[in-house]
């Protein structure tokens, strides 16, 4: 074989390959890259009863039956971008000016100023999530995370080689975080703190004044918080949402949220990191979340363009009714599941979700969460998230957002799984 007039044979034969086997092994990155859902889910038994519908109340999907939708104009706005044919180029990797310009229009307080230059655009608040871990922890150090949590925190920081190290949330006391074990666990390697408000999988909604406690931790200890706000201002009834960075002048933050679900397209993957930095201590971190925001390019081109109409022309009533649909759908929950003998229910205050525990004593059959799940959906046909996929055992993690006719149906269900197994 020659190659411009050069025998291949020739040099290979006088640089004698090292390696006379294929083989070839994942990355360690790619191995050390777990989801704990998936974990947990692939070794689940998941065969529904197929004699009954399946109803799954375990996908954190709004869109998923169809009840949820965005509003028209929010569509109309993509397809007027779409036909511009100027939205379809390469953009700026942090994001196109005018998407960044439109959320600090939107977002920027006078407690909490934002400027263009603290928007970063990403491509849904996974991959904001995945920027901001990599441009604040290095392989060795520590992150603070909490328990029960969206266990995505946990796969971005083992796949960076970094230690999860994880503060536990209280039931008895709607989630609020033990801070005392949260201090316990801070040392020189602690890179930052993550916290999750409104909370996927609890539904809970931090008072100002707990917000207030997390902040005089992260400032004592001169630790950046990461705050996962994709729930922002999803609270039911009198509860208020308090955006963490309104609440100090002095802790830095990077907040993390996007379109997913206020707006209901978790498939459009959109999201955004803020950066609020008023004593300017984080400049080498905005310069890491500008060269992590290279690898890929940049998010979506047509969406970023599309943000400036989507984020600041749709109506306030749009997301009042989607709160309201949740409101409804949360208490609905709440009653069907507090009547049964072996379930307690901790009240959620927002976002979509409900964590149920279960007295396991009380069950003659069924050892833990993960079984129950198994037992539910062999039984019943109804799908939910075993609260091991949380670092939560013992729980069930349950998504209100079918339609009210679905969660009955799956509740009545629940009920009569209940009848079965308890003592
Ligand atoms: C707490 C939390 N953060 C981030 C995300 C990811 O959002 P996105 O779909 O925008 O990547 C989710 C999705 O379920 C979530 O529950």
Redo the contacts with the bound molecule.
């Keep these: 074989m020659t190659l411009n007039n050069i025998d291949i044979n020739e040099i290979i034969k006088t640089n004698s390959p090292s390696r006379t086997k294929w083989f070839v092994p994942g990355s360690i990155v790619s191995k050390r890259t777990i989801n704990p859902i998936r974990e947990v889910v692939c070794n689940m038994k998941t065969s529904p009863n197929p004699d009954k519908e399946q109803i799954s109340l375990a996908l ?1 999907d709004p869109t998923a039956f169809g009840n949820f939708k965005i509003p028209e104009s929010c569509n109309e706005a993509v397809i007027k971008q779409l036909k511009s044919y100027k939205a379809n180029g390469y953009i700026n990797a942090v994001g196109c000016d005018e998407a960044r310009l439109a959320l600090v229009q939107k977002f920027s307080t006078k407690e909490a100023p934002l400027a263009t230059k603290d928007v970063f655009l990403a491509s ?4 904001a ?1 995945n920027i901001a871990i990599g441009a604040l922890c290095d392989e060795g150090q520590n992150i603070l995370l909490p328990r029960p949590g ?1 266990s ?1 925190y946990t796969t971005l920081s083992k796949s960076k080689g970094i230690e999860c190290r994880y503060y536990d949330l209280l039931p008895n006391r709607n989630w609020e975080i033990d801070l005392k074990q949260l201090i316990s666990l801070i040392d020189d390697k602690t890179a930052c703190i993550l916290i ?1 408000n409104p ?2 999988p609890c539904g809970s909604n931090f008072s100002s004044q707990h917000l207030e406690s997390i902040l005089a931790v992260a400032e004592a200890y001169k630790l950046v918080i990461i705050t ?1 706000e ?2 922002e201002d999803m609270v039911f009834g009198d509860t208020k949402f308090y955006p963490l960075a309104s609440l100090t002048k002095v802790v830095p933050i990077l907040k ?1 949220s ?4 206020r707006f209901l397209v ?1 498939g459009w ?3 955004w990191i803020f950066v609020y930095d008023q004593n300017e201590i984080l400049s080498e971190i905005r310069k890491s979340l500008f060269s992590l925001s290279n690898m890929i390019l940049g998010a979506n081109s047509l969406l970023q363009y599309s943000l400036p109409d989507i984020i600041l022309n749709t109506p306030e009533e749009f997301f009042q009714e989607t709160n309201k649909k949740l409101e409804f759908n949360a208490k609905l929950s709440v009653e069907a599941l507090s009547s049964i003998p072996g379930l307690h229910v901790i009240i959620p205050q927002g976002a979509m979700y409900v964590m149920v525990g279960i007295n396991i004593d009380e069950l003659k059959d069924i050892k833990n969460d993960v079984e129950f799940s198994e037992k539910l959906l062999q039984e019943e046909s109804v799908m939910v998230l075993p609260g091991e996929c949380f670092h939560y055992p013992n729980y069930v993690r349950i998504v209100f957002t079918s339609p009210p006719e679905k969660l009955r149906e799956a509740y009545d269900r629940i009920k009569e799984f209940f009848v079965r197994h308890h003592v």
């Design positions: 954190g849904g608040a996974s991959d999530l969206f995505l999750n909370s996927n996962d994709i729930y993390i996007g379109l997913a679900k978790p993957r959109v999201g």
